[in-house]
């Protein structure tokens, strides 16, 4: 990934502190629970999919299905930035798990220290 990229990643961490609202003694907590929150969102979305449209993607519910992730990454975004973590670094670590797991053979498997 080119450092560009990171730049953007990092930047957009920065500015979702401009939208965070939430008690800063609980932010930690907050954002965790958020997080979940949002994932249940993107879950139950792929659930209605499956149920009302046996699993045919409309526009409409890909648009869904973008804004509802786009949630699920302020929160990640605001989590990581809670303990300093620059969210370029998370995906750089990231990058090097899978790829290490790719030339191992260990991308199937169990574990998260395989």
């Known amino acids: 990934m080119s450092n560009t990229s990171h730049t953007q990643f990092d930047e957009y961490q920065k500015w979702t502190r401009t939208t965070a609202a939430y008690p800063e003694r609980q932010a930690v907590n907050y954002c965790a629970l958020g997080l979940g929150s949002e994932v249940g969102e993107v879950q139950g979305l792929i659930k209605k999919v499956i149920r009302d449209n046996d699993g045919i993607w409309t526009d409409e519910k890909v648009l ?3 804004t509802e992730l786009g949630d699920v990454i302020w929160y990640v975004a605001r989590l990581s930035d809670e303990f300093r ?24 498997g169990e574990g998260s220290d395989r």
């Open 85 to 108: 973590i620059p969210f370029s670094e998370i995906m750089e670590v990231n990058i090097e798990k899978l790829t290490r797991r790719k030339e191992e053979g260990t991308i199937k």
């Open 64 to 66: 869904d299905l973008l």
